[in-house]
Each structure stands twice: as structure tokens, then as C-alpha cells.
């Protein structure tokens, strides 16, 4: 029988040839295409939104604190986000889940930083920096790094606070105030100029000084706190220093030359004192250019001192007088010679606003009344990961990166700003000559010249030729520490930025009055026939290895 062809069942439909569709085809296997979609419309609303962000706040930054690297790049990745938009939508879902599993766990440690942040550590005031200063531990400020740093290394470190210490003190029967810098005692008004919080019969008061004949608790940075008795004008000098009849040498400065975190025999003033006797001390913390030219208006005028160093510190200088002391209407009458608030003889009255001020803060602290930091400070600090990156850096030992300072790192390039600047320096060495006095600029480094560039003054090379323009002698602390092995020998626990200032050791006082003291005699500064314009930088080295020797 010939063979049939197999025929398929009645009920059986013939076999068809079908085409092999690729799994990615399949709507079953990659239902996207039908359930969501809006699913490229809404990534490229997302990546727009977050680049724009992005863009804004990397503006803003530079704005506030002046271009860095760090914002330009921030710019960079801003932009980048705006163009993947063009990706397909396969590669920017996954772009967007990458970087979303980057971030997430980030910003999540940081909100738990930032929640488990203890109110001393400098986040609270009342205003915000009215009672932080009481509460400030210098190692508080953002971060307890060198109390870190000690810990691990075995050496003690005293970790109570300003306030805690005073009290302490007065428990033992000592009458102890904290140690009161300049910013907390003004306030900003409607108009955005900065008024004095204190006021004398009506009128408004700046001192100069702080508490007259009393214990000061200054800070500690090195695991003990400094303490000094106050002299006549709330200063830290011997006491009965002010009656001497002919006073050698005066300083000017901030919290510097008030001699953060070290005892009083151990401040640049205190060792120059050991050689000259008359040697007068006018730093305090916050001072900047207004208010060193206001202490020479107020008091050097009337004790005529043969020498008068201006310390500058190019951390901070510029930032306190183009941020605070110009927007006082006050401060800035000190521009004019004849000008002076006569607070040589007000000190009785000075000294009970200070306390009375000081007690109203300390009842504020205890009553809880704190309110948390400036809600942009706090926002600018969780964005860039603030609270995780410092506890990073204490942990490793490196420096804080001075996120929230909001302190721009450029002033002078403004020519307004360079020729205020040029004036008060100017007014200061003419009111200095007119009883034949000199004066030296004594250039002061900040620590982060020595480990973060990124966040270190750019006005160094404008600061210096404007000084030498005026015929002023620099001594320049930045040539001598440069020439250290390791200048960073010259900070707390080898850290340049504790507590957002940078204080110096007492090795890096030693080092700078010893500086001073070889420019002042070799170059005979206190004759007054021979005062020249000169500069000690060029000598950096040889006075850097010559102060090993001691003074």
C-alpha cells in the first residue's frame, strides 16, 4: 500500500510556522512599555528637577562663601544630570537607582547625626550665637575632635563646657565669669546693620574689653582650660599693668593674641612681656580691623606706646569686618580720628552691663529657652553631609572641613572692600606716628594653609603688597611656620582647624613672639630715629630655627 502522508486530527488546527520573538519583546516579561507609560517623562522630570537643585544651590554656595573647586564640580555633576536626559530609559532607570543607592544611605546617617547632636556642641542660642559662646567648649564647635584625638592617644582631656567650668569655679568660691567675645554682643537689626546689645544710660556701647578683675574662663584645646585673672579693662594682662608710666610694645588682635587656649605666661604677650615689662595686650576674640583701630583710638592715643603690633588673621579678619563691623553705623565712626566712645573711664558701668548680660544669658541657658541654629545653616549642613564628614575626620584624625563657617575666602579683589581696608590700616599707622610710635603687621596663618587649601584666604598676596604699599614692617608668621618639617606642629593634636579657628599651640606662640622680638631689636624698632619700613619675611627661616633656642 503507498504510504499516506499523516494528516492531524479533525479537531486539531494545522501547525503554523510563528516567528521567534526575543524575551524583551514580550509584553508579559517587560510589562513597563504598557503599565508605566509616563515612565520617561517622569525620570526626565526627576533628573531635571535634581540638576536645576543642583545647579541653584552650587550658585548660592559660591555666592556665600566664593568659588571653590569643590562648587565647580558640584556645577559639573549639576549639568551632567541635565543631559542624561537624553539617555534611553533603560539607562536612566538605572542611573537614577545607582545614584539613588549611594545617596540614601548617606543622607540617612547624616539625619541620624544630625538628630543624636548634642545642644552644647554650639547649635543652640538665643538668639543663636547669644548663648553659644557660654556653652562653647572651643573643642565644641561642630565637632569634639581633639577630645577624640586625646582619647585615643591616652591623654587627658577636661570635656566640660564654658558654663560648666565657671561654675565649677564659683562653687569653689572663686568669682568666675566666662570669657565674652565680641560677635554675641550685637545683634542684627530690621534693616540688616548690626546695633550693640548693650547700652549705657541710652546710649549704645561697644567695649573692648570684657569683666574687669576677675577669673576668665578663656577655652581649652589642648585638654586643660585656660584661665586668667582679668586686669583694669577686662583684659588679659597683669594687674596694675595700665598705671605704667611708659609702655613699650602694645598688641592688637583677635582671639590670637588674647592667647586661645594657653596660659597667660604662655601668650605672645606673655613671653614678649618676659623681655619688656611694659607690654600691653588688647586681643579678644572676634575683634577685626574697626575694632583694632577703635583700641587704638580709645586707649593707645593716651599711653603713647613706642611700638604697636596689629595682628591680622587671615582666617577671619576680613570676614568680621566686611560681615559685621561695616554694618555698624557705631564701628564705623571709629573711621574718623576724633571719634572714641571714652570707655577708658566707663569701666565700672561696662562691667555691670557685662554681668548683668551674662546672667540673663546663663538664666536662658537654664530655662531651656535655646533655640536651634539658623534653619539655612542647618540646611547647608545637612546637604553637604556636615555632621557624617566631621565625625569622619575626628575619627581619622584629619581636619574639619569648615563646611558651615559661611565665611567667604576673598574679599579684596572688591575694590570698594580693598580701599576700606587700605583706609583703616592707613588711619592706624598715622594715628601711631603722630606720637612718633611704630607700627608692625604681624600676618597671622590660618591651619588650613597647612591642610586644606580649598578653604584657606585668597586675599593673602593683596593683604601683603597693600601693607607694604603703606610702608608698614610685616613680620609674616606663614614664612616661619612654612619652614617647619611639619607646621602643623604648631596646632593642637597636629589639628589646624579646632573648634573653626585654628588656635596655636604653645610652642607656636613661643615661636611668633620670639619672631617679633629678633625683628624688633635687630632692626632696632624701638628707637624711635631708626623706625623703617621693612619686613622680617625675608629672615623667616633663620628666626624660625633660632626660636628652638627658647627666648
Not at 45 to 56: F, K, Q, R
Not at 360 to 370: H, P, R, S
Request: glycine residues 8%.
Amino acid at each position: 500500500m503507498p504510504l499516506r502522508e499523516k494528516q492531524p486530527p479533525a479537531h486539531q488546527p494545522p501547525i503554523r510556522s510563528q516567528a521567534v520573538h526575543s524575551p524583551l519583546e514580550s509584553s508579559e516579561i517587560c510589562p513597563a512599555k504598557t503599565r508605566f507609560p509616563q515612565l520617561g517623562h517622569i525620570l526626565d522630570l526627576g533628573l531635571i528637577s535634581a540638576g536645576l537643585t543642583g545647579l541653584a544651590f552650587c550658585l548660592y554656595l559660591s555666592f556665600r562663601h566664593g568659588a571653590t573647586w569643590a562648587y565647580g564640580l558640584g556645577l559639573v555633576a549639576a549639568f551632567l544630570l541635565l543631559t542624561c536626559t537624553c539617555l534611553s530609559v533603560a539607562h536612566k532607570s538605572n542611573l537614577v537607582l545607582v545614584v539613588l543607592g549611594l545617596l540614601m544611605p548617606l543622607y540617612a546617617t547624616e539625619a541620624v547625626f544630625s538628630f543624636l547632636a548634642p545642644d552644647d556642641l554650639d547649635r543652640t542660642g538665643t538668639p543663636y550665637i547669644a548663648s553659644g559662646w557660654m556653652r562653647l567648649n572651643a573643642t565644641d564647635k561642630l565637632v569634639r575632635q581633639p577630645e577624640v584625638v586625646a582619647a585615643r592617644r591616652g591623654i587627658p582631656f577636661d570635656a566640660r563646657n564654658k558654663i560648666a567650668v565657671v561654675r565649677d569655679l564659683r562653687r569653689s568660691g572663686i568669682d568666675a565669669f566666662p570669657s565674652i567675645p565680641v560677635p554675641p554682643l550685637f545683634r542684627t537689626a530690621a534693616d540688616n546693620s548690626m546695633e550693640p546689645v548693650l547700652s549705657i544710660e541710652g546710649s549704645p556701647l561697644v567695649p573692648l574689653g570684657g569683666i574687669s578683675q576677675k577669673r576668665i574662663v578663656l577655652c581649652n584645646e589642648t585638654g586643660l582650660y585656660a584661665v586668667y585673672s582679668s586686669d583694669e579693662h577686662g583684659l588679659n594682662n597683669p594687674l596694675g599693668i595700665w598705671n605704667t608710666q611708659n609702655i613699650d610694645i602694645a598688641v592688637l588682635g583677635d582671639s590670637f593674641m588674647e592667647g586661645q587656649c594657653v596660659a597667660s605666661d604662655r601668650t605672645v604677650s606673655g613671653m614678649i612681656r618676659q623681655r619688656y615689662g611694659a607690654t600691653l595686650n588688647l586681643g579678644r576674640a572676634g575683634n577685626g580691623p574697626l575694632l583694632e583701630l577703635a583700641g587704638i583710638r580709645e586707649f593707645l592715643t593716651h599711653l603713647q606706646p613706642r611700638i604697636v603690633i596689629w595682628a591680622y588673621f587671615e582666617g577671619n579678619d576680613l570676614q568680621d569686618l566686611f560681615g559685621r563691623e561695616t554694618r555698624s553705623s557705631l564701628l564705623r565712626n571709629y573711621l574718623y580720628p576724633d571719634f572714641s566712645q571714652g570707655l577708658i573711664g566707663k569701666q565700672r558701668e561696662i562691667d555691670r552691663a557685662l554681668i548683668a548680660h551674662t546672667e540673663a544669658v546663663e538664666t536662658l541657658i537654664d530655662q531651656g529657652l535655646n533655640q536651634r541654629e539658623p534653619l539655612e545653616v542647618r540646611f547647608e549642613r545637612f546637604v553637604k553631609l556636615g555632621n557624617l564628614r566631621e565625625r569622619m575626620d575626628a575619627l581619622s584624625g584629619k581636619q574639619p572641613l569648615s563646611l558651615l563657617q559661611g565665611e567667604r575666602l576673598e574679599f579684596l579683589s572688591d575694590s570698594d572692600h580693598a580701599a576700606l581696608f587700605r583706609h583703616i590700616l592707613l588711619e592706624a599707622r598715622n594715628a601711631v606716628q603722630s606720637w612718633n610710635g611704630q607700627l608692625i603687621f604681624l600676618y597671622l596663618p590660618q591651619g588650613s594653609r597647612y591642610g586644606n587649601q580649598a578653604v584657606t584666604s585668597k586675599d593673602r598676596d593683596r593683604v601683603l603688597q597693600l601693607v607694604e604699599q603703606l610702608g608698614i614692617p610685616i613680620i609674616d608668621v606663614h614664612q616661619v611656620f612654612s619652614s617647619a618639617p611639619d607646621p602643623l606642629m604648631y596646632f593642637p593634636f597636629h589639628i589646624p582647624n579646632v573648634g573653626g579657628a585654628g588656635h596655636y599651640t604653645e610652642q607656636g606662640y613661643e615661636v611668633i613672639a620670639h619672631h617679633i622680638l629678633r625683628c624688633i631689636e635687630e632692626f632696632d624698632l624701638l628707637n624711635p630715629i631708626t623706625h623703617r619700613t621693612t619686613t622680617c619675611r625675608s629672615r623667616a627661616i633663620d628666626l624660625q630655627q633660632g626660636s628652638q633656642k627658647g627666648l
